[in-house]
């Protein structure tokens, strides 16, 4: 069985810019979530999709990040514009019941 | 807010020589805690799941254990490919499906 793939793994960009974050779920996984870690703190979570609805986006920092998921498969986060802060691991995680999560290696993202 | 803490924050041992991870943890209603390891530059892996105080699991040379108020993961006889960083996660109450984590604890096994 395929695991989640996340690509970029690494992505340095610089602030103003935008930067585009995909994840690609275990198959046949409804739930999908996205979470971060900025260093020095524990890893944090941003949102939960379940299909192509966002059922929780109590964790996305502000309007700059834009999560979508198409058709319930593949998600894609958007940071625009960047800031120094949104600097960190970005992971995704899917799972078919509430409890039986597979994370993604995260994409590193630096903002300079 | 709900709240994971785990202590050590690092910890070295000797091969062979064992310990116990702690997490103490504060959430409304806990449906599940969840120990994961995690790699340098990977994703944390899971390892366990527990639901209720009194439970244990084990997996080769760890075991983990739940109370009311936290969980122990007790690492016997240790290898240094166990070397990893260790996360402790609850989810519970109304934000069921959504993981606290704590922040680690980072494990060094040398020979």
């Known amino acids: 069985e395929a695991g989640v793939t996340q690509f970029p793994s690494h992505s340095v960009i610089e602030k103003g810019q935008t930067v585009t974050l995909r994840c690609d779920p275990i198959?046949?996984?409804?739930?999908l979530y996205w979470y971060r870690r900025v260093m020095g703190k524990e890893i944090k979570f941003l949102l939960h999709?379940?299909?192509?609805?966002?059922?929780?986006e109590s964790g996305m920092p502000n309007n700059r990040f834009l999560a979508e998921r198409t058709g319930g498969t593949y998600s894609t986060l958007k940071v625009q514009p960047a800031e120094l802060e949104d600097s960190g691991v970005y992971f995704c995680?899917?799972?078919?019941?509430?409890?039986?999560?597979?994370f993604g290696s995260g994409t590193r993202l630096t903002v300079v | 807010e709900d709240q994971v803490t785990q202590s050590p924050e690092a910890l070295r041992l000797q091969e062979g020589e064992s310990s116990s991870l702690n997490c103490s943890y504060t959430v409304s209603g806990l449906r599940g805690l969840f120990w994961y390891r995690q790699d340098p530059g990977k994703g944390p892996e899971f390892l366990f799941t527990l639901y209720s105080a009194g439970e244990e699991k084990e997996k080769e040379r760890l075991k983990a254990t739940l109370t009311k108020k936290e969980s122990f993961l007790h690492i016997t006889a240790p290898k240094p490919e166990d070397s990893a960083t260790y996360l402790c996660a609850v989810t519970g109450g109304s934000t069921l499906g959504r993981l606290y984590f704590g922040r680690g604890t980072q494990l060094t096994v040398w020979p």
């Open positions: 995680a899917s799972s078919q019941d509430r409890f039986g999560y597979t």
């Open positions: 198959s046949g996984h409804d739930n």
């Open positions: 999709f379940v299909k192509e609805s966002k059922q929780d």
